[in-house]
């Protein structure tokens, strides 16, 4: 086997046995890697009645076949479970260092069931596995463990390490790579944390990667990385980050302002954008293996009240949901929101949204004093933010912080008063920091649809829609308007497959946007040997995206979860999308149509399954069903 | 020769009235001169090349740059390639310079992350150029999609 091992470890917390499981290669074929074979496992081996902090959840590790190869933008992985934030198909993907690693020590990915006695660290090094008791790092943030398992066993080992959130089963808690990287979405640190596991470190391993064609291999890297590294996006990533187009985002309505209720302000785009960013605090780079874009961020605010020590520093979401949608326009004081969010191990993305909502709901009275536990909650009022809301929240602590730790849309069915109709989420997940109102009605679609819930990178319509990529070899050349629902299924439709692509593969979104489809799907093919045509890798990212679909619907999920709140699609207030109507259930039943989506069940029909090669999904799924 | 210029000396006609209106404007043109650049664009069909220059100070009193219609000496920090038909449409707000960039109609090279800082800068001037176009008696140039 090339590119992928073909043996994926699963270790017992609570037996502390391991095993390694062989896969035979048409697994792969068939789901990729990364997502693709996570959701694939997750189908095997969950306990589907299991709730995501049960003893039986699993939690799933993945890499993408290409994990290891030297080229920018391949090293990553994903990360799957059952979110205790929707109750869905939780995935989230995560670049840095670990994922060739796992590759080098021999491994496609880890499956962990079960749950440790006591707080305990999972250490791989040569061929062992071992369950390491550490309750010593307990309680530690992300860097204080971070620090001191580096101090433990070196600093060339990597580490997957969850904060004090993730301790206290936090639904919307991430997992750290190195302290910088994030799986930050869905809750994935609170299950880690639910099996007392505080961090996974791995040792430094040598290999040789295999690839079925070397010599095309080499030749693709020494042709695609200036490529790469001199295409626009790329550019713009390495010197002004993710946010270096926060103004181009705000000029088109595209970021949430105060809880989604402004589309513009000008002023805040300015003193948040990535480029006042470099320009105020950036000291230098950071990336993951073999990127040349180099467009993670290392800050220091030496003054003020918000000064912090070098570290990783705000992206793009970051920026906009601690700082847009909060009101502030204080980038030092969004570096410490960010920061904070970092080392008490929470999504930045969810933090702020719930925060966000909790502002409105306390400006509107729905939220009272008595709820917060005297704790005001002020659009703008970064001190309390920062010095309370994050704190609390990390450590559930208080009424305020048991209501927010539940995520947005659950803490809204608590207050109730009809605050569901304000929060923006979808199955449950928070929406990123792009509004569809604004930066392309297709993503409204692509929010609704996502399997797991309310997600921009699921599929590749952010990248359609804004112009990011051209597909003419399977159909797709940028002709779209932001602001209407035109052609917005169909490119759905091929969105859903790419994305699937994308995220099993483990392609980076940002790298992979300079490649033509074709240059990617040949990627995989010199690596992996499977000689995809465009059309077999298009049908298993469909095929990858119907069987996530099918675990929804395994969870209770219908059709009718495919949906967005009120606020997500009134028309928006003012900026450039003022007034403009979403199409939302146009495009919907369109989209269910052209895929087959049973309009009920939300499942594609038993023909399109066994179409994809999933007989046997078809058989479980409709019989339950019936 | 293109879909709306019949020469590059119309285009220099209509683009000269329009980057002047640009670089006195006091807040269109303020930004623009933090910029502290100098652009150069390289139009095909007709064939055509404007710099302007935001980095030295303006020739003339109450403007926040300087624009060369033809060649010019001065040494760009940026360049941008494209069919002036499609620079038409880019000014008219109906063209995606990302898109651009991702079909190959939009060549650069230079300080690009510099030039793209503008876009959010000069978004008013789509509402603009249209009513340049009318000034100027040449409403036959307007594209609406």
């Known amino acids: 086997m090339y590119g992928n091992t073909g043996k994926v470890i699963h270790i017992n917390c609570t037996t502390g046995k391991t095993q390694i499981l062989s896969l035979e290669e048409d697994v792969y074929k068939k789901f990729i890697g990364g997502s693709g074979l996570a959701a694939k496992l997750f189908w095997d081996y969950a306990d589907f009645d299991a709730a995501p902090f049960s003893e039986k959840s699993v939690l799933i590790f993945a890499n993408g076949p290409l994990a290891g190869m030297p080229l920018s933008g391949t090293s990553r992985m994903s990360a799957v479970a059952r979110s205790p934030l929707t109750g869905a198909f939780a995935e989230s993907s995560c670049g840095g260092y670990f994922p060739p690693q796992l590759r080098y020590a021999g491994y496609d990915g880890i499956i962990i069931t079960g749950k440790c006695t006591m707080p305990s660290i999972i250490h791989i090094a040569q061929g062992s596995f071992n369950i390491i008791p550490s309750e010593e790092l307990w309680g530690k943030t992300i860097d204080e463990a971070y620090s001191a398992i580096k101090e433990r066993y070196g600093g060339r080992s990597r580490t997957l390490i969850i904060g004090p959130a993730g301790e206290n089963g936090v639904a919307y808690a991430c997992i750290l790579s190195d302290a910088h990287h994030a799986f930050g979405r869905c809750g994935l640190g609170a299950i880690m944390g639910s099996k007392n596991i505080k961090a996974i470190v791995i040792e430094p391993h040598q290999t040789i990667m295999k690839y079925f064609e070397e010599q095309k291999v080499k030749r693709l890297i020494k042709e695609l990385t200036p490529r790469i590294k001199e295409y626009i996006i790329s550019q713009v990533l390495h010197e002004f980050g993710s946010a270096g187009n926060l103004e181009g985002h705000m000029y088109t309505g595209d970021v949430p302002v105060k809880n989604w209720t402004s589309n513009f302000n000008e002023e805040m785009a300015e003193k948040l954008t990535g480029s006042t960013l470099t320009e105020k605090y950036l000291t230098r780079t950071g990336t993951c293996a073999y990127c040349i874009i180099a467009c993670k961020r290392i800050v220091k605010v030496d003054e003020g009240p918000y000064s912090l020590p070098e570290g990783p520093g705000p992206e793009y979401e970051t920026v906009a949901a601690l700082g847009c949608l909060l009101g502030s326009e204080d980038l030092a004081a969004v570096c410490k929101a960010g920061r904070l969010c970092n080392e008490f191990g929470l999504d930045t993305i969810s933090t702020g949204a719930t925060i966000a909502w909790a502002m409105e709901a306390f400006e509107r009275g729905d939220l009272t004093e008595k709820e917060t536990g005297g704790v005001p909650l002020q659009w703008g009022d970064m001190h309390t933010v920062i010095n309370t809301i994050i704190p609390s929240i990390a450590r559930k602590e208080g009424p305020l912080g048991h209501l927010l730790a539940k995520g947005s849309k659950a803490a809204a069915k608590t207050i109730g008063r009809n605050s569901i109709n304000y929060t923006a989420q979808s199955k449950g997940l928070e929406a990123p920091m792009h509004d569809p109102r604004g930066g392309g009605h297709g993503h409204a679609l692509a929010y609704a649809v996502s399997p797991r819930g309310a997600c921009h990178v699921s599929t590749a319509m952010h990248f359609m829609e804004t112009g990011a990529c051209n597909y003419p070899e399977i159909g797709f050349e940028f002709d779209l308007e932001a602001l209407t629902d035109e052609k917005k299924p169909e490119t759905m439709v091929l969105a859903t497959a790419i994305g699937s692509i994308e995220n099993s593969a483990c392609f980076c979104q940002y790298a992979d946007r300079s490649l033509t489809f074709a240059e990617m799907v040949g990627i995989l093919n010199a690596v992996t040997g499977y000689n995809y045509s465009l059309q077999d890798a298009l049908d298993a990212g469909w095929r990858i995206y119907h069987l996530k679909r099918l675990i929804n619907y395994r969870f209770g999920l219908k059709a009718g979860d495919d949906a967005l709140t009120d606020r997500m699609l009134e028309p928006a207030r003012d900026g450039e999308p003022q007034g403009i109507m979403i199409n939302f259930d146009g495009m919907i039943q369109h989209f269910y149509e052209l895929m087959n989506l049973d309009k009920v069940e939300g499942i594609a029909t038993v023909d399109t399954l066994h179409k994809y090669g999933l007989e046997q999904e078809a058989a479980l799924v409709w019989q339950k069903g019936k | ?145």
Request: charge should be positive; hydrophobic fraction near 35%.
């Open chain 2, 1 to 145: 020769m293109g879909k709306y210029y019949k020469d590059t000396e119309e285009l220099y006609t209509i683009y000269g009235y329009f980057l002047d209106n640009i670089l006195k404007d006091p807040k269109i043109g303020s930004k623009l001169a933090r910029a502290g650049i100098v652009i150069k664009f390289i139009y095909t069909d007709p064939d055509a090349e404007i710099t302007i220059d935001l980095k030295n100070p303006p020739k003339k009193e109450g403007y926040y740059g300087t624009f060369y219609l033809g060649k010019c000496d001065i040494e760009a920090d940026v360049w941008s390639s494209q069919p002036a038909d499609h620079s038409h449409r880019f000014w008219h707000g109906l063209e995606n310079p990302i898109a651009g960039v991702a079909k190959g109609i939009i060549k650069q090279g230079g300080k690009v992350t510099a030039m793209l800082k503008l876009l959010p800068v000069i978004k008013p001037t789509f509402q603009q150029f249209p009513i340049v176009l009318k000034e100027m008696g040449r409403e036959d140039l307007i594209v609406t999609k």
